[in-house]
Structures are given as C-alpha cells and as structure tokens.
C-alpha cells in the first residue's frame, strides 16, 4: 500500500480527519499512573484504545520521548505497536542535514521506528530530503507555512523570484513528490488564508495541519480553506491533556470526538 492510499483508507475507516498528536510530557501524566514502570507506555496505550474509532493518524513528538531517556525509545516502539495497522503513524522528528546523515536519520524513523511518516526541514535542499523519499510506502511532511507565530521571521521573506519562502518551498515539495507520491507539507491552522492559497498552489499534495485546539485554529476554519484536499488535522493537548484524573482517557474520546 502506497503512502496516500494509507491516508485515503485509514481515513475512509475512521470517517475522520483527526490525528491525536501523543506529545506525551511525562512529567505531568495523570497521578492515576504513579508506580507504573513506564507511565508513558500506559497512558499512550489508554489514549489510543479510547480514540482509535475516531482517528486517522497519531503523531508521537519525538521530543518528548527523547528526553524521557532509554524509557522513552522504549515507549515510541510500544506506542507504535499498540496503533492499529490500518491508521497512520506519524513521527514528528523535523530533522533536517546532509545526505549521509539523513541516511542515518531516514533508517532511525523508517526502519527502526516504523512510522509511516515523519516530518523534515527542506531548508537544507533536495540532496537532504532525498533518503527520506526513497520508499513510496513511507510519506515525508516537509514544513511549509508553520503555526508558530515566529514562522514570520524566515518564512514570509519574499526572494528574488517574487515568491514568498514558503510558496518557494511548496512548489520545490511538489516537484520532489514526482516519483513516488509520498512528499506532503506542513501548513498552520492559524493561517486559514495561506492555507486556502497553499491549497490551490498545490492541490495534490497531502497537508499535516497543526495548530488546532490550544493555538487557535479551528476544524471549521481547516476545513474551509482546505476543501476537497487530503489533509490530516492534528490536535494535541486538545485531546490528551482534556484530563488529569483517573478519567484521561475518557475525557480524551470526548475532546477528540469534537474534532471529527
């Protein structure tokens, strides 16, 4: 199965758009998870039974799981085992250098960690970004527009060419998504307008859209600009933070189902 069909058929399953982003602080878990060997294990493991019906994607923010230590690389191979097959698993590493050390990196997320996508700076340019499209099963989410409100100190700089940064890299995302259809963007929620623009520049091209719940955005807002394009809607502590007690995981089904 190729990288969009994936998305297509976890999607059409689901009836749903939302990605649960597991950015997983286990520093603040519920007190519920005190004594657990591996609270992160547990609590993504509760998230992920309590919203698989109504997700498409999960996206593990390798931060956080880095900084818990050797547990926390133990908890990205359990996490990635409890998912179900058919949805999409998304690591977000936005990892970004020269060719053999993305060699290095691409084998870490697709091979060792067997996401079916991650995301990836381009701003290092094609001989970067090539190892990590190699396998049309595997996508690649390259930031584009950001929701960050620091995207406009670089991103919004317009070149020589008269296009904006993130219109220049939208358009070199395209060209790299060519032979495999496995290349897709990262495009802010709190942006609907370039959102809407982004889309007509790129109609083809599968959107990870973050920023919505805590930041800002809103589903209706995505959905609009976004129209018939594949996208996949990330929330994060909209959804795994709506509790701290012994009820996280209900709380979360409930919070996801807004988003669907």
């Known amino acids: 199965m ?115 996508a991650i995301t990836i700076n381009p701003l290092m340019g094609f001989d970067a970004a090539e190892p990590f499209l190699r396998r049309a099963d595997r996508g690649v989410f390259f930031l584009g527009l950001t929701s960050n409100p620091g995207a406009r100190d670089f991103e919004y700089l317009e070149l020589s060419n008269g296009k904006k940064l993130y219109e220049e890299i939208t358009d070199n995302v395209r060209a790299w998504n060519e032979p495999k259809k496995n290349a897709g963007l990262v495009v802010g929620a709190t942006k609907p307008a370039e959102l809407r623009a982004l889309r007509e520049r790129a109609p083809e091209l599968p959107f990870l859209i973050p920023g919505v719940g805590t930041q800002g955005g809103t589903m209706e807002d995505v959905k609009a600009a976004n129209g018939d394009g594949i996208a996949i809607v990330n929330v994060s502590r909209g959804i795994i933070a709506a509790s701290k007690g012994a009820d996280f995981a209900e709380a979360a089904r409930a919070a996801a189902k807004k988003y669907t």
């Open 2 to 116: 190729t990288f969009l069909e994936k998305i297509k058929h976890a999607q059409e399953k689901s009836h749903s758009i939302l990605c649960v982003g597991l950015d997983t602080d286990w520093k603040s878990l519920p007190k519920k998870l005190d004594g657990e060997e591996n609270p992160v294990v547990v609590f993504n493991k509760a998230i992920i039974d309590a919203t698989k019906d109504v997700a498409c994607a999960y996206k593990l923010q390798l931060a956080y799981y880095e900084a818990y230590g050797e547990r926390g690389y133990a908890a990205v191979q359990e996490t990635l085992a409890s998912i179900p097959e058919h949805i999409v698993t998304i690591g977000d590493v936005k990892r970004g250098d020269i060719g053999a050390t993305s060699e290095q990196y691409a084998y870490a997320y697709q091979e060792m960690f067997p996401f079916d």
